[in-house]
T-cell receptor, first 113, second 109 residues
């Protein structure tokens, strides 16, 4: 089992460009999350999903969009990249319910210039 | 607002014991997690406390006091590979995780 995979590992974007960060899991977990991690800061929740077809905003959703058409995939879309979106992005999954142990993908490092 | 406080950085010696503290103020409480994150890698789960008291797991133990809004992670017999950041996170009343900024632990030989 691969667990949680993310692509790409690293990307440089120009201001105003768009891109999609991919996240795929083979753990059959219902819950999926997108976080960003900035230096010296805690993980910030961007969007989450409790199952296919259901998504909801987290703490910092502005500038991002998500979709969840299948249990396995939860892509994160940046439409108009800004320097403030330079960060490390982590996708995570959990079974859901009270046992909220989250399993993280390896992360995508994004630099917006 | 919701707040999780941890020391930014700690230094300890190989073979010693270190205690990393976490205090929290959140809207509701449904459990507290500790995660380990090596530099450039993803966080990995260490422990989960929902009731007061000490949970022991090998060299790592985690303690919780809900009345004081306080937890600590205790690492014994420190090894060089324990050099990492340790993240405290609280599950709030909406079952969303609120994360602390993490404590960078430096182990010296």
């Amino acid at each position: 089992n691969a667990g949680v995979t993310q692509t790409p590992k690293f990307r440089i974007l120009k201001i105003g460009q768009s891109m999609t960060l991919q996240c795929t899991q083979d753990m059959n977990h219902n819950y999926m999350y997108w976080y960003r991690q900035d230096p010296g800061m805690g993980l910030k929740l961007i969007y989450y999903s409790v199952g296919a077809g259901i998504t909801d905003k987290g703490e910092v959703p502005n500038g991002y969009n998500v979709s969840r058409s299948t249990t396995e995939d939860f892509p994160l879309r940046l439409e108009l990249a800004a320097p403030s979106q330079t960060s490390v992005y982590f996708c995570a999954t959990s079974l859901g319910g009270e046992s909220e142990t989250q399993y993280f993908g390896p992360g995508t490092r994004l630099l917006v210039l | 607002g919701q707040n999780i406080d941890q020391p930014t950085e700690m230094t300890a010696t190989e073979g010693a014991i270190v205690q990393i503290n976490c205090t929290y103020q959140t809207s509701g409480f449904n459990g507290l997690f500790w995660y380990q994150q090596h530099a450039g890698e993803a966080p990995t789960f260490l422990s989960y406390n929902v009731l007061d008291g000490l949970e022991e797991k090998g060299r790592f133990s985690s303690f919780l006091s809900r009345s004081k809004g306080y937890s600590y992670l205790l690492l014994k017999e420190l090894q060089m590979k324990d050099s990492a950041s340790y993240l405290c996170a609280v599950l709030d009343s909406n079952y969303q995780l609120i994360w602390g900024a993490g404590t960078k632990l430096i182990i010296k030989p």
